[in-house]
């Protein structure tokens, strides 16, 4: 447990790197710089675009390097990103948006490495038969570092700008590298490159009961602070900090629970449980409504990822795990990356709380994909 937890630490410090920005770019976005709805859709999937494409790259380097490398260069690239997003914000013009652009990018490769790496090296110094515990934790880092960012995000902006939020992101995952140098690397796993198309017809299925559960985390995430300035509510900031809690709470006291009883019926019961959240997001007619569709969302959601992810990793032999993970994880920011543009154009059309009706039909697309989810046993070691 010792293992899981210095892992989660590190995926916690580092994912301040994209929580920081999350919380802070839509009034960047749109105050600083004055663009639409579907710009803002655009540069919050641009990050998401390009850690999708990289994630076969990072799970290669993960298998032929060592994840102990890949999380270390993935945190690297992190703090590269925040200085060029700092730069960026000194020119309200194209050159502004050219940096933002450009760190978004960096970013994206930073959190392919990271936390492909991180899965993976987790389940190598605790064994497959932890599997389930190591996506759990380290996805509770994940949401946890964006359930603080909201509120934190929000107080250092307001004292201190933009520049003052991206310091911690840039501050935290230094501190990530330093403790990642102390934790013992992993026996390098793979001797050979496996390619893509391999992979992917392996773990198609589970990535795209996850692809659809995370349109409403992209929801959420994108457009929560949108809804309560278009209904005049208050405390939008608080919307991912109960997202977030939610999710770590249900990881805290269910983590085991997808080792114990599969990734199925885990997938089953939490799909329903967010199909249930953001159906209240999307009727909420006051901001304690939609603070509890957040918390069913986050409840909810928090289990699907390590319930498909535990049937994807049982289907690949261990030598290939880091691309296993890779191809798996990829689905998630496919998810990221086409529902930014996809919830921008709905919200222009339709208003921010239709974001959430169009999130509440991919989870149900979810639930149904888990429902016909065959559960198979782990290829041994």
């Known amino acids: 447990m010792k293992y899981i937890l210095t892992i989660a630490l590190i995926v916690l410090f580092g994912f301040f790197s994209v929580g920081i920005p999350i919380a802070t770019l839509p009034g960047l976005v749109k105050g600083f710089f004055g663009l639409s709805d579907v710009w803002l859709g655009v540069i919050l999937g641009t990050q998401s675009l390009v850690t999708l494409i990289s994630r076969h790259h990072s799970g ?63 389940v190598g110094l605790v064994g497959p038969t932890n599997a389930g515990k190591v996506m759990a934790w380290s996805g509770m880092a994940m949401y946890g570092a964006i359930a603080i960012s909201a509120p934190l995000g929000y107080l250092v902006v307001k004292d201190f700008g933009f520049q003052g939020g991206m310091v911690f992101a840039i501050l935290l995952p230094l501190i990530a590298g330093i403790i990642s140098y102390f934790v013992p690397a992993t026996p390098v796993t793979g001797t050979a490159r496996i390619p893509f198309y391999q992979v992917v017809p392996r773990v198609w299925k589970q990535g795209t009961g996850l692809f659809f559960a995370a349109v409403c985390f992209a929801g959420i995430a994108g457009f929560s602070t949108l809804l309560f300035k278009e209904k005049g509510w208050g405390n939008a900031h608080w919307v991912m900090a109960i997202f977030g809690t939610a999710y770590v709470l249900a990881r805290v006291f269910f983590a085991q629970s997808v080792d114990k009883y599969g990734g199925r019926t885990i997938a089953l019961i939490f799909s329903a449980v967010a199909i249930l959240g953001q159906y209240l997001l999307w009727q909420a007619n006051s901001s304690s409504v939609a603070f509890v569709g957040a918390a069913l969302t986050g409840f909810g959601y928090s289990l699907v990822f390590p319930a498909f992810g535990v049937e994807a990793v ?5 030598q290939f795990r880091g691309v296993a993970l890779g191809a798996y994880v990829a689905f998630f920011d496919l998810a990221l990356g086409v529902t930014g543009p996809l919830a921008g154009f709905v919200a222009n059309y339709f208003g921010y709380a239709a974001v959430y009706a169009f999130g509440m039909i991919t989870c149900g697309i979810s639930f149904f994909i888990a429902l016909n989810l065959k559960e198979k046993k782990k290829i041994s070691e």
Do not use: C, H, Q
């Open 314 to 318: 049982k289907n690949m032999e261990p």
């Open 60 to 122: 290669t380097i993960s298998d032929l390097k060592g994840p102990k490398v890949a999380v270390i260069r993935g945190l690297s690239f992190a703090v590269i990103s925040g200085l060029i997003t700092i730069g960026g914000v000194f020119f309200n013009n194209s050159i502004g948006l050219v940096s933002l652009l450009l760190g978004r990018m960096i970013l994206g490769y930073s959190e392919s490495l990271l936390i492909t790496g991180a899965l993976s090296w987790g």
